[in-house]
Structures are given as structure tokens and as C-alpha cells.
């Protein structure tokens, strides 16, 4: 199955090979959710809710990554 | 530069960025929920201690970090020493308890307080860390509490009846989230006999204990809570099913990876609950009633359902991460290359964990976690 492969061409290689790498991830549903949150965030501070506006926005930027707390 | 940047790290984002929201909470429960300066000037008390806390716990679990995480741990990984984390640990107790002298001695002895539990969860001689079910009741009070209550007394020098049920009902939801961080320690911790909850009682008991803090912390709140609505009562029963679900299938033994995405996808709501409770408080304050009021808490219910969602489908992107630190690994102000040093500054064994270079004695640039 291998023979003729280049395999300095990652896409190539057969997908097992990667199990060690993060998955790849749909990038449109993160971003949708972004945005989302970035659009309330700014509505936010801009109606005076300085505080609660960053805090969404941290909420939505750090909600993508990995953190059991 | 490298240094400063590791030392931001040290923060932890994700808990600081928590810690920010428990300290905004305890301003907003205060009435003081839209000043900026006051947050600004309780965030530098809470920021201090957090990096006290980082600075112990990364020192007392430097052993126990190469076994979890790896290559995650600026001092597990030897990109900082033991002595510069004592230098930084000192320094922001220091200034932990300086600036919370300049809000009100109530302030002071809650910052003292927190840095002594802190201090006392990871150093030995007291090494609460290693006491199953006491450090998952510790951990939290430093969390929660400390934040919390400087938020309060940056506003006012007293705390009132509610303002104590409030602090209990937020206390009991993070039990119910820290007892889970356990499943990504569980193989160092089980092999330095760290006795955890889940070490102890197993990933079913966890979950189920968990569940309860949950339940109670939820119910609690809304009985907590001031000027409760409708829609926030909607949103936090929604929260709650939500993270009895997630918990539902953790306890059904996924496996590392699966358990990674539901742990992370809860940790969302608990902070998403956290967010709604603030932003409930503000608007409160700020007189948003009506279809504002409903629009922002729906808003938030359904950024926090859909981030939870795709954390839990998909999983975390991948980590922010400093590369390369450990190519070049600083040792006393000298920049030391090669397949890594130890804490003497002697030359690394090749693939041991720390030591900066792979089974083959190449050069690795590892990763250190936000």
C-alpha cells in the first residue's frame, strides 16, 4: 500500500499515520460561534457593560482550547 | 523576552480569565458591578495571588508535571529554575498583599488567608494536594473564594447573609468541575500516590459526586441569587442538563482523548454559568430590563450551548504553546544549548522526561501550556 508514496507529502500518507496529531477540525463552527461572540461582546460595552462585554469576550476566545477548569 | 513570556504563561489564561469573572461576580454582587477602576485594582490582588499559587504548585508537583504534562510546564520542562518560580512566587505574594492594602483591611486578611491555604495545598509539610477529598474542598475556596471576595470588599467593608449563600452556591459548582481535572492526572498521580477523589473511588463515584455538587450548586444559586428571572432560571436548568449529560457519558469510561473534549465542554458551561450570573447582575444594576435583558441572557445561554457543543464534538484546537523554549534552555542567566541540563546544569539523559532531548538524543522543542 505504501510502495510509491512520497513521503515528504503528508497527504499522501495513510491517516492512521497521524493519530498522534490533533484532529482537524471543522473551522466553521468555531468561527461561527466566534463571531457570535464577539458581535455581543462589542454590543455590550458599547450599552455600558464594559465588564461583562471583555468577559464574554475572553469567554468565547478562550472557550477553544482545552481546559478543565 | 522568552522569560517575560513564560512568566505570563505561568498565569494560566484559562484560570486567570476565571478568576477575573469569580472577582467581576463578587464587584457586580457588591454594586459595583460597572466600575472599571475597582475591578482593575481587585484584579491585581487576584492576579497576584494566582501566580503565588502557580509558583508553589509547579514547584511541589515538578515530578508529577513530567509524568501528566509532559513538556507542558515551564519548570518541568527547565525553560525556568526552582529558584526564579521561588523569585516570582515571592515577589507576587508581596504584591498580592501590598495592593490588597490599598482596598480595605477586610481585603487584607482574605488575600493572607488565601495564600497561606494556597501555600499549604501544595507544600509539604501540610501538602493538602495529596488528601483526596480535602483538596477537592481546598482548591475551590482558593479559587472561588479568594476572588470572590476581594470583589466584595473592593465595593464595601462588610458581606451580608446573601452574599454567603451566593459564595456557597459558586463554591459547590466548582467542586463538581475541579474533582474532573483529576482524569487528566490520573496516571502521575496514582504513580506518586497522590490519593485524588477519582484515584480513590474510580471515574463512576467521580462523575456521580460531581453530578451532586452540580445539582446542589445550581439550585443553590438560583435560591442565591438576586432579583432571580425567568430567563435566567431557563438558562441555568438548561446549563445543568447540559453538564448532566456531558457527565453521563464521561462516566461511561470513553477513554483519554473523548474524556479531554466532555471535561473541556463542561468546564465551558461552568464558566458560562458564571458569565450569565455576572452579566444577570450587571444588567440589574444598569436598569436593562425587558427584551434587552432577554436578549443578552438567550445570547449568552446559546453562545455557551453551542461553544459546549462543539467543544464536546470536536474537541480543543490545538494549544497555545511557546515553541522551541528548550532548544534553548536558560540556566543562571546563561543560555545553555544542547540536548538539555538538569537543575544542576549537568547534561540531560536523553529521552528522560525534562531533560530536553528524545530517545535518539536529538534536540526537542517542547510545548508549555497556557
Redesign the interface.
Known sequence: MLAGMDFNDFSQLPHSSFTHLPPLEPAGGRSAWAIIGIILAVVLVIGGLVVVGLMALFFVGLSHYGSNK | MTRLRLILLLCR???L??L??FT?TG??QAGQ??S?AL?ARALIVVFGFLLFSVACNDIADEAIDRVNLPGQRPLAVGALGRTEFAVIGAVSGVVALGASATLRWQAVIVTAAGLAISAGYSLRPVRLADRGAVAAMVLPAC?VGVPFLIGIFAARGFVRPNDLLLLAALYLGFIG??L??D??DVRGDALFGKRTFLVRHGRRWTCAFSAGCWTVGMVTLLAAVHRPTPALAIGYLGCLAGVLWLLGKLAAAPGGRRD??L??AI??I???VI?LL??HL??IQ?G?TGP?YLL?IG??A??TA???A??AR???????TVQGLAAVTYRGGRVASGPGHDEDGQPGQPGQPGAGADAQGRRVAPEVR?
Open positions: 489564561p484559562a484560570v480569565v476565571l477575573a469573572m467581576a464587584l457586580a458591578g460597572r472599571e475591578l479559587y468541575r475541579i474532573l481535572k482524569f487528566r479531554e473534549c471535561i473541556s468546564a465551558i461552568g464558566r458560562g458569565l455576572l452579566a450587571s444588567m444598569a436593562w434587552r443578552v445570547a449568552l446559546v453562545l453551542g461553544l459546549a462543539t467543544m470536536h474537541g480543543p484546537i490545538t494549544r497555545t497556557c
